[in-house]
T-cell receptor, first 116, second 113 residues
Framework: DTGVSQNPRHKITKRGQNVTFRCDPISEHNRLYWYRQTLGQGPEFLTYFQNEAQLEKSRLLSDRFSAERPKGSFSTLEIQRTEQGDSAMYLC??????????????FGQGTRLTVV | AQKVTQAQTEISVVEKEDVTLDCVYETRDTTYYLFWYKQPPSGELVFLIRRNSFDEQNEISGRYSWNFQKSTSSFNFTITASQVVDSAVYFCALNGGSYIPTFGRGTSLIVHP
């Protein structure tokens, strides 16, 4: 088990283009989180899945953002019509089944998006 | 709503100095956990320590120790005899009833040789 994997690691795109990121959680982890982190800030929650169900979405997640987790395995985060303000590090994290409040989240290395 | 505040944006120390990172939190939950994570330049947040809301006993683990005070809603983290490899951004996080961790903005620690 190699941990949470995110692809690509870096993405440069032109304003107005669509981008899609992928996250492969640790095997058998049923909880999956997406966070966004801008320079000098902490991770900001975007959305949360338990298995394939998207249980929570932040107000930060505008209608240009959509996330999926088909079959409760990997997840994708798509940003449509990207804007320069979308430039950030997008972090994915997962945690195991029956995880309680005491269970830490396991993070990937993130996808750094730059919108030019 | 949950909130985590890390007032220190950057701390600079010389190797072997002790350093304490401050964290203040807000929550309406009666049961919650507090965490510290480390984010090295590679970008991946790594879990360091945790403490539950019912146990105010302070602990030491190697060069790490933490001080949880419910009365002041603080969860401070100390690194003893800092090393250059400790240079990173440190995040305090709160996990309450929503099971969605809330993070502070982080404190950048720079340890000079």
């Amino acid at each position: 088990d190699t941990g949470v994997s995110q692809n690509p690691r870096h993405k440069i795109t032109k304003r107005g283009q669509n981008v899609t990121f992928r996250c492969d959680p640790i095997s058998e982890h049923n909880r999956l989180y997406w966070y966004r982190q801008t320079l000098g800030q902490g991770p900001e929650f975007l959305t949360y899945f338990q298995n394939e169900a998207q249980l929570e979405k932040s107000r930060l997640l505008s209608d240009r953002f959509s996330a999926e987790r088909p079959k409760g395995s990997f997840s994708t985060l798509e940003i449509q019509r990207t804007e320069q303000g979308d430039s950030a590090m997008y972090l994915c994290a997962s945690s195991p089944p029956r995880a309680g409040l005491n269970t830490e989240a396991f993070f990937g290395q993130g996808t750094r998006l730059t919108v030019v | 709503a949950q909130k985590v505040t890390q007032a220190q944006t950057e701390i600079s120390v010389v190797e072997k100095e002790d350093v304490t990172l401050d964290c203040v939190y807000e929550t309406r939950d009666t049961t919650y956990y507090l965490f510290w994570y480390k984010q090295p330049p590679s970008g991946e947040l790594v879990f360091l320590i945790r403490r539950n809301s019912f146990d105010e006993q302070n602990e030491i683990s190697g060069r790490y120790s933490w001080n949880f005070q419910k009365s002041t809603s603080s969860f401070n983290f100390t690194i003893t005899a800092s090393q250059v490899v400790d240079s990173a951004v440190y995040f305090c996080a709160l996990n309450g009833g929503s099971y969605i961790p809330t993070f502070g903005r982080g404190t950048s620690l720079i340890v000079h040789p």
